[in-house]
């Protein structure tokens, strides 16, 4: 794996397991950051008011240090830590999984319900699809139309991302370049006549 590259999933994956009338709900969402998580939650807990738990774990930012756990009512460390280490073991990151329990009547023990909440983890991260994101960055360019070739150019050379553009009397475009090229691409811009520049 690159330097700058880190692997999470494309799209929600569910996942289930069940034991002696106890259901495990696993789903498994790509997130960004911590407010991405809480409207996760927050949807979850709406749809899934009558269940007995929503245990869940995250891992955030290309250096996974940004992570949390939570067993929400559950014997302690007997849900959000193995769910946690599922994500880990996929090595994993801007994800998070929640797992929604539905109570059978029978208790399963600390260790049903580590393997409870292993298991339906592994089987949502195991439906979703893997894919490799690169650290990227956003530029703005204001320009004028005789220069759109020489952008238009730059923006197939590099693979940009274009967020948004809107042509009236200057042009502007939003771009996403990855992060290991921005240097090279900020100076070719900058070579561009009359083009102005903002880097976030």
């Known amino acids: 794996m690159e330097e700058d590259s880190y692997f999470t999933i494309k799209a929600v994956a569910e996942g289930i397991y069940k034991e002696k009338g106890s259901k495990f709900y696993a789903f498994a969402y790509p997130v960004s950051n911590e407010d991405e998580i809480k409207s996760c939650l927050q949807e979850l807990k709406k749809q899934y008011y009558d269940a007995r738990h929503h245990c869940y774990a995250y891992i955030l930012g290309k250096d996974k240090l940004n992570y949390r756990s939570n067993d929400d009512g559950e014997p302690g460390n007997s849900a959000g830590p193995p769910i946690l280490g599922q994500i880990r073991s996929k090595e994993l990151t801007d994800v998070l999984v929640v797992v929604v329990r539905y109570f059978g009547g029978t208790k399963l023990g600390v260790g049903g319900l580590i393997t409870a909440y292993k298991t339906s983890t592994q089987e949502a991260l195991e439906n979703a699809e893997i894919i490799t994101k690169y650290l990227e960055k956003e530029f703005k360019i204001t320009f004028e139309y005789p220069q759109m070739n020489d952008v238009m150019k730059l923006v197939k050379d590099f693979d940009l991302k274009i967020l948004d553009q809107y042509f009236e009397q200057d042009c502007v475009m939003r771009l996403i370049v990855r992060e290991k090229y921005a240097n ?17």
């Open 184 to 200: 090279e691409l900020e100076l070719k811009l900058k070579k561009i006549d009359g083009l102005r520049l903002k880097v976030y």
